[in-house]
């Protein structure tokens, strides 16, 4: 079975510059979640669907971050404009129905 | 509003040595809790999942306690190899949520 799935694994970009994220979750999870991790912190979920529904998006930063899952399957996640503080890695997990979340490799994003 | 510490933040151990790492969580309210490992550059494996109902998981030479009453949880390596050497995480899903309230980790070394 294939697992989450994340593209791309790396982006350097400069700053005011946008940025996407593109997440496969597993075959047949409902749940999306995405989740920001600093160096040296644990995760922090910004966004999560049920669906196609955004569930719980109470620490989306919505002035610059924007997040959409269609079809309930794939998900997509952009910055515009990015900032210096946004560097960090970009989580993205799945599960069925809320229960054990798996997580994809993650994307380590770079603002100069 | 739920907080999850590990201590230690870093530990530097023998090959073939016992040991216990530790995650505590300030509202015993919880619904699961899971352990994860994070290899460098890389996303969370999950390891144990404990529900709220659960004393204790297993997994090969893994062992996941879980004592809600006093906030506690443990996860104890049998015989550590050097392949152990990683990043563990303890996350904790509260009560009435899916959000996943994670600690910062423990970084695990393993010399051969």
Redesign the interface.
């Known amino acids: 079975e294939a697992g ?1 799935v ?1 593209s791309p694994r790396y982006k350097i970009i400069e700053k005011k510059q946008p940025v996407a994220f593109w997440c496969n979750p597993i075959s047949g999870h409902n ?1 999306l979640y995405w989740y920001r991790q600093n160096l ?6 910004l966004i ?1 669907y049920e669906n196609e529904e955004a569930v ?1 998006d109470s620490q989306l930063p919505k002035d610059r971050f924007s997040a959409e899952r269609l079809k309930g399957v794939d998900s997509t996640l952009k910055i515009q404009p990015a900032e210096l503080g946004d560097s960090a890695v970009y ?1 993205c ?1 799945s ?1 069925l129905a ?1 229960y ?7 994307t ?1 994003l770079t603002v100069t | 509003k739920q907080e999850v510490t590990q201590i230690p933040a870093a530990l530097s151990v023998p090959e073939g040595e016992n040991l216990v790492l530790n995650c505590s969580f300030t509202d015993s309210a919880i619904y699961n809790l899971q352990w994860f490992r994070q290899d460098p550059g890389k996303g969370l494996t999950s390891l144990l999942l404990i529900q709220s109902s659960q004393r204790e998981q297993t997994s090969g030479r893994l062992n996941a306690s879980l004592d809600k009453s006093s906030g506690r949880s443990t996860l104890y390596i049998a015989a550590s190899q050097p392949g152990d050497s990683a990043t563990y995480l303890c996350a904790v899903r509260s009560g009435g949520s899916e959000k996943l309230v994670f600690g910062k980790g423990t970084k695990l070394t393993v010399n051969p």
Do not use: C, H, I, K
């Not at chain 1, 040296?40 to 979920?45: A, D, R």
């Not at chain 1, 054990?100 to 993650?106: A, D, I, L, N, V």
């Open positions: 989450v994340q749940t040296g912190q644990g995760p922090e979920l999560r719980d989580l997990a599960s809320g054990e979340q798996y997580f994809g490799p993650g380590r």
